[in-house]
């Protein structure tokens, strides 16, 4: 009978403890406070687990994938070359888009200045696609700035600490981009289908002609989130249901989302 | 419960940060196994109600302050868990030295499955209704086997943790 009483007790005390959860949740300062102290709870207890845990995974890291490592620098000192012939060759188209965008009165993205940082720890969740970084408003990163990486679009600032911030990726489930494509004059909405799913774009126009390959950047819209020509996903898959007057995109991110180690925040705010 | 809720709350404050530091990035086809909802079932097949609930509160709850998702979701659904697990453990369901090898295994292994789909589905109730849009069927699977492997050790641990006011007592 008592133990009845103890587990009922137990299940009404964690009921309305989950009230008060929630309630706090949506009263978004007691929340941010009650983040902080948290994390200082935890924190000794992560940098043990961190300090323990770290050489262990280095040592059988490096003993297992040893053959992948090398093969991943070859390959990558070939990229970094391409990269550069690449980029010889785009500096001057650089310019005149530059030139063009002044005078348009567009912000280019190869104009604004970034901060450099690093990748502190991935989502810890399944749903939700974030990553935190080591700089945050010191550095002047504010939320809403776009953040890129190996070679495009990976995110934006949702929220910042004195010295970190938290980025969505675009993978993300609430992410939703605008984008465009070839001479621009199309403008389509990508959302995020999860951390393992990429992107996808819904209900586009069969008057829209977009195949396998094509490069989406960010569109620059007044009022949007990102600065224009950032580059962003390319089509995977073009997919028609039959009977339907639109079609539907599966998508790749150019970059690379599964492995972010440093990453560039653009110092640009979004219009309010 | 008193002499056994600071042990109890170390070792989930390490279970805590076992997660973030380590099992947030090592992720089997890219999903996170959460020790944060195993670790207050344990308890409860081990047949500790109180304590299972208050692991699984604290857990929850220092988990969601590192997460963007909504905040005390993973605290409800560990705690919803526990409280079922809980149940069973009292009846000895779970006891991992009368019932059967494999059943305190298969217990985890159905938390481990439901866990993440609950989660979607009280992800309503507090308006976020993008949770479904992620890999839940990948969740619910790899969680399952890794329930199904770590039931027992996670468990005696659980029970050993449990067992300190009892040693106490007598």
Sequence with gaps: MATDRTRRRALFAGAALSVVIVVLYS??????????????????????????????????????????????????????????LKSNEEWSFERQLEQISTRLDVPFVGSLPTVAAQVTTLSPTNFAATIDIDRGRNQGILEGMPVVANGGLIGSVLSTTPNGATVRLISDTSSIIGVTFGKGTTDLLLSGRGVNNGLSATSIPLSTSLSPGTLLATDGLEGGLFPAGLPVARVSKVTLTPGAATYNLTLEPTADLRHISYVDVVLWEPST | MRRTIVPATILTLLIVAIQLEILSSLRFAGVVVMLVWLWPVAMGLAGYTGLAMWVALVGGVLFDTHATTPFGLTAIVAMIFAYGASLLGREGVGDLDSAAIWVTPSLATIAGFFAPLVYTFGGVFVFNFELWRGSLGAMMLVNAVAFFVLARPVTRLARTVGSVGERVRR
Excluded: C, M
């Design chain 1, 27 to 84: 009263t978004g300062g007691v929340f941010s406070g009650l983040r902080s102290a948290a994390n200082t709870v935890v924190n000794p207890f992560s940098w043990s687990v961190n300090e323990v845990a770290r050489p262990i995974g280095h040592f059988f890291a490096g003993a297992v994938n040893y053959g992948d490592v090398v093969a991943q620098n070859q390959k990558l000192r070939y990229e970094l070359g391409e990269a550069e």
